[in-house]
């Protein structure tokens, strides 16, 4: 999409580049989010009323499969972000801290 924002009337209006092919797309439980220069797990998506093993809200993530996330800085957090909507995957390895263990 290209992303218009009108200030003067106060609309934004997102505009189609290319039709989207979510056929493929996958989804993992959770979403991250970036704060401080470290990497959390910021939500967790339900699947109906089954509890799903996996990272819990909150929890620091370390490593994405085996990268050292320790620190990221926002240029390689959208690095990261654009690269998982470019080559979805089924699985995910995620070192995770929780509390004081990891």
Avoid: A, H
Wanted: aromatic letters at 10%.
């Amino acid at each position: 999409y290209r992303l218009v924002i009108d200030w003067s009337s106060g609309e934004l209006s997102m505009i189609p580049i290319r039709p989207y092919d979510n056929t493929s797309q996958k989804e993992f439980n959770f979403s991250l989010f970036l704060k401080d220069k470290q990497v959390f797990i910021g939500s967790l998506l339900s699947v109906g009323n089954k509890v799903v093993d996996g990272p819990q809200l909150g929890d620091q993530v370390l490593e994405i499969d085996g990268e050292d996330y320790r620190s990221c800085s926002g240029e390689r957090w959208c690095t990261m972000l654009s690269r998982r909507f470019e080559n979805t995957t089924e699985e995910i390895s995620l070192l995770v801290k929780r509390g004081d263990r990891s």
